[in-house]
C-alpha cells in the first residue's frame, strides 16, 4: 500500500541548491533547526528485546503517555518488544525551566528569543554513547522529541534498536501551525484519523469548520463531531482545536437581537466546554444580515468567550466582498474595525488574492500589518492535492511528487503573521477526512509542515524526501491505533512494564 512512499524516496535529483539536504545529519520531519552528527549509533534495545524509557522532572502528562506509545508501536514494527517504562533507561525525558533551556539554545549559539508559546513546543534531543536524553520545557516538547525519535530510531544488522549519534536543539519558526478539515461533510472517523496524523506532522492546531445552512440549529453531523473531536483532541493533549462558526447561515442569528446575541454567544461557550481552545467568527462567503457593525460582533463575542476563557484563541474571517474583506490589501475600513474591536482578536487574510499564485513578500505583510493596525493570521487557500490549482508545485528529477508551495512564502513568518492557516478542505467532501488518506496526499501535508516548522533553508526536493520517509514509518503507527482513544496511563518510573 505504501510502496509509492518508498520508490518516491528513490526518485532522487541532487542539485546544488540541495547539498545541504543530502549533507543533513538526520531525515526528521519537521526539518530540525539545529543538528549536529555524532559518532557511531546508540543502541537502544538487544534483539527482541524492549527500549527502556523515564520520564524525569515531574509528573508524566498525557504527552508524554502519547509519545510514549507511539515509541512503542516503533519499535514493534522495526522487531522489538515494544517501549518499556524503568528507572535505569536508555532513552530519558526530562523537564527542564524555561532559563535552563534559553541556556542550552545560548549555548548552541541561538540569539533569537522565544516566547512562551513556542517554548513550549522546543525540544533538544541528544543521543550519544550512554543512551538518548529527550529536554524539554513543556509537555509538547516532550511528545515532539519523541515524536523525532521514532524517526530516528531503526533496526541494527544484529536485530537490535539502534539510534544515530546526534545532537538536535529544535523549536518552530511560529507557534501556531492550523489544519482545517469541514466539520460537517466530514465523516467522524475521517477527522479522527486527521486527528491522529495532524500532532505527528507537529501541526499544533485541527479547525473544525461548520458548512451546514442553519445556524441557529446546526444539522448532523456537526454537533456531534465538534463534541467528538474537541472532547478528544483534549483529553489527549498535543494538538489543540479551534471551531470555525458562521452565526448568518439560512435563518441565523438577528445579531440586532439581545436574545440572539445571547444564544450565539452560548454556542460559542457551549464549544469552548465541550474541549476547544479557540473559535472563529466567521463572516468569510456568507455574510447573511450585518446590520450590526462588524466591530460590535467582534467585541461582544471576544469578550463573552474570553470572559470564561482568558487563553482562548478568536479568530476572525471578514466577509469576501467590501471594503472590509479577508483578501487585497488592508483598507482604512478594516482599520476602523480592527481599532474598535478587541486586541485578542486576530484577523484572517488570505493575501492579495483569495489563493496565492505569486510570491507573497514579507513587505507585502508588513504593508498589510501597517495600515491594519495588527498582524493577520495567515490563509493559505487549496492546501490539498484533493483540490484544484492546489497550493503545490512539481519537483524536479522527481515526476508525479507535488509538494506545498514554500517558494510563495517568507521565511520569517515569525515576524510577520500570528499564525497560518492551511485550508485542508472545502467542505466538499474531497479532503483528507473523506478517507482519501493516500500517500500523495499525506506527503503534500508533510511538505507544508515541513515548511511552516522550519522555512529557513527549505527546499522542495529535501522536504519530499523527508515526507516520503515520514509517510512510510509513520502510516504503519497511525493504522494500529485506536482513534480517539488516549494512550493508557504510563506506568510510574518507580514500576515497570510494557505499553
Known amino acids: 500500500m505504501w510502496l509509492s512512499c518508498v520508490l518516491m524516496t528513490a526518485v532522487i535529483a541532487v542539485g546544488a541548491d540541495e547539498q545541504r539536504e543530502k549533507e543533513a545529519a538526520t531525515a526528521i520531519l519537521p526539518r530540525p533547526r539545529i543538528e549536529k552528527a555524532g559518532e557511531g549509533a ?51 525525558v526530562e523537564r527542564c525551566d524555561a532559563d535552563a533551556f534559553r541556556a542550552l539554545l545560548k549555548k548552541h549559539g541561538v ?52 539510534a ?4 538536535i536543539v529544535d523549536w518552530p519558526e511560529i507557534a501556531r501551525r492550523l489544519s482545517k478539515a469541514s466539520a460537517t ?3 467522524l472517523a475521517g477527522l479522527r484519523r ?60 438577528d445579531l440586532t437581537q439581545p436574545d440572539d446575541r445571547t444564544a450565539y454567544t452560548d454556542q460559542l461557550l457551549k464549544f469552548m466546554a465541550q474541549g476547544a481552545d479557540g473559535v472563529e467568527i466567521d463572516y468569510n462567503d456568507w455574510p447573511g444580515k450585518i446590520d450590526v457593525p462588524m466591530q460590535e460582533v467582534l467585541t461582544f463575542a471576544c469578550v463573552a468567550v474570553r470572559e470564561k476563557h482568558p487563553e482562548a484563541i478568536v479568530l476572525w474571517c471578514p466577509p469576501v466582498l467590501g471594503p472590509v474583506s479577508y483578501r487585497r490589501m488592508a483598507t482604512p475600513q478594516l482599520k476602523a474595525v480592527l481599532d474598535a474591536s478587541p486586541k485578542a482578536v ?37 492546501a490539498s492535492l484533493t483540490q484544484a490549482k492546489t497550493f503545490g508545485r512539481k519537483v524536479k528529477g522527481m515526476p508525479g511528487v507535488i509538494v506545498f508551495r ?38 503534500f501535508l508533510a511538505t507544508a509542515a515541513d515548511f511552516l516548522w522550519n522555512p529557513h533553508g527549505w527546499t522542495p526536493a529535501g522536504s519530499a524526501r523527508r515526507a516520503g520517509r515520514f509517510v512510510e514509518i509513520m502510516a504503519p503507527l497511525v493504522a494500529q491505533r485506536d482513534p480517539g482513544t488516549p494512550s493508557g496511563r504510563a506506568p510510574s518510573p518507580e514500576s515497570t512494564g510494557k505499553l
Not at 66 to 89: H, T, Y
Open 194 to 253: 486527521a486527528a491522529e496524523w495532524l500532532p505527528l506532522y507537529k501541526f499544533s492546531f485541527m479547525a473544525l469548520q461548520y458548512h451546514g445552512k442553519r445556524s441557529k440549529d446546526p444539522e448532523p453531523p456537526f454537533p456531534e463531531n465538534v463534541r467528538t473531536i474537541c472532547g478528544e483532541v483534549r483529553r489527549r493533549g498535543v494538538l489543540r482545536t479551534i471551531v470555525y462558526f458562521c452565526p448568518f447561515k439560512g435563518r441565523g442569528y
Open 42 to 92: 546508540v543502541t537502544l534495545a538487544a534483539k527482541g528485546g524492549s527500549v527502556t524509557v523515564a520520564f524525569r522532572g515531574g509528573e508524566n502528562g498525557q504527552p508524554f503517555r502519547e509519545g510514549l506509545d507511539l515509541l512503542s508501536r516503533r519499535v514493534k514494527v522495526l522487531g522489538g518488544a515494544g517501549a518499556e517504562v524503568a528507572e535505569d533507561a536508555r532513552v530519558v
Open 346 to 382: 486576530m484577523p484572517l487574510w488570505t493575501g492579495m488574492a483569495t489563493l496565492i499564485t505569486r510570491p507573497l513578500t514579507a513587505r507585502t505583510l508588513e504593508q498589510w500589518t501597517q495600515k491594519a493596525g495588527r498582524r493577520p493570521f495567515l490563509w493559505v487557500n487549496r
Open 111 to 162: 540569539t533569537e528569543a522565544l516566547e512562551s508559546d513556542r517554548l513550549e513546543q522546543a525540544y533538544a534531543l541528544s543521543a550519544a554513547d550512554g543512551g538518548v536524553t529527550i529536554r524539554a520545557v513543556g509537555d509538547l516538547g516532550c511528545f515532539y522529541g519523541l515524536v523525532s525519535l521514532v524517526q530516528l530510531i531503526e533496526a541494527a544488522d544484529d536485530g537490535g534498536i539502534r
Open 185 to 187: 461533510s466530514s465523516r
Open 164 to 167: 544515530p549519534a546526534v545532537e
Open 406 to 443: 514554500g517558494d510563495f512564502l517568507p521565511e520569517t513568518l515569525h515576524d510577520l503573521v500570528e499564525g497560518v492557516h492551511l485550508n485542508s478542505s472545502f467542505g466538499s467532501g474531497k479532503d483528507l477526512t473523506s478517507g482519501t488518506f493516500a500517500p500523495a496526499n499525506l506527503v
